[in-house]
């Protein structure tokens, strides 16, 4: 393993950036796909007929595409996506790194609108009742107390998300997108050194997705805020006591 490694970290260290790239790109996409859809399916059905009717039908096409794409593997659609945009333009295919991109993007967006939309009926009711009371349409709702609550809440479906896509990219290689497992393929029918080289790629998708893992455990504990803290300005606070956490002195 050393001995590849030394030889082919150039390939190897290529395969890392591109399988990086598109998971890291995927997956913000994807989450952003996913707060559009989890804000639309949950926003409240519209009085009015002719748009209560265009809610329903963008509802049966979002909740056909979520079930495609969760349906089906990764593998199939990119084949599906790659060769049926050739079938279409005679025989143009899309660029191989753009087609990569895309099929994990549109892929991850589909769980991450369920995994979105889980995360906004997480929260409290009243919190809806109360900006409605003081005139919050369901944009501001959602964009300034909802989903800020809601994505700390689903932050650990999220990670699990990215880690997800760091392995899955390996399956990008029937496109022909030159991530870690690819290159692996190319360096074992170079050395015919199977085992070794298998193993040494197990490793490092090991490596990746652990340190993944305890980078966004680290940011996930930053957001919890501190343990101990006191909630200041209650009627029930001693003014001396208010004055000297705030670093000022109290009025009698």
């Known amino acids: 393993m050393i001995k590849i490694l030394k030889e082919y970290y150039p390939l190897i260290f290529q395969g890392v950036g591109y399988t990086m790239l598109v998971a890291i790109f995927g997956t913000i996409i994807g989450l952003l796909i996913g707060l559009l859809i989890g804000m639309y399916r949950t926003m409240p059905t519209p009085k009015n007929k002719f748009l209560k009717v265009l809610k329903k039908i963008g509802d049966i096409i979002l909740s056909a595409y979520i079930e495609i794409f969760r349906g089906t593997p990764m593998m199939v659609q990119a084949l599906v996506i790659f060769w049926g945009f050739a079938l279409l333009n005679d025989g143009q295919t899309l660029d191989v790194t753009g087609s990569a991109l895309l099929i994990v993007s549109i892929n991850t967006g589909a769980y991450m609108a369920e995994i979105v ?48 896509n760091i392995k899955d990219t390996s399956v990008l290689n029937v496109i022909g997108f030159a991530e870690l497992f690819f290159q692996a393929k190319d360096i074992v029918q170079e050395t015919y050194q199977t085992f070794a080289t298998y193993l040494l790629i197990a490793i490092i998708y090991f490596v990746l997705t652990y340190s993944i893992s305890l ?7 930053k957001m919890d805020g501190k343990k101990h803290f006191t909630i200041l300005g209650s009627q029930s606070d001693r003014a001396d006591v208010v004055a000297a956490n705030s670093g000022g002195e109290g009025n009698d």
């Open 117 to 164: 939309r889980g995360g906004i009926i997480s929260i409290d009711r009243g919190q809806f009742e109360g900006a409605q009371a003081i005139g919050m349409g369901h944009g501001k709702t959602m964009f300034y107390i909802v989903i800020p609550q809601a994505l700390r809440n689903i932050l650990p479906s999220v990670t699990n998300e990215f880690i997800i």
């Open 215 to 221: 980078i966004l455990r680290f940011i996930e504990k």
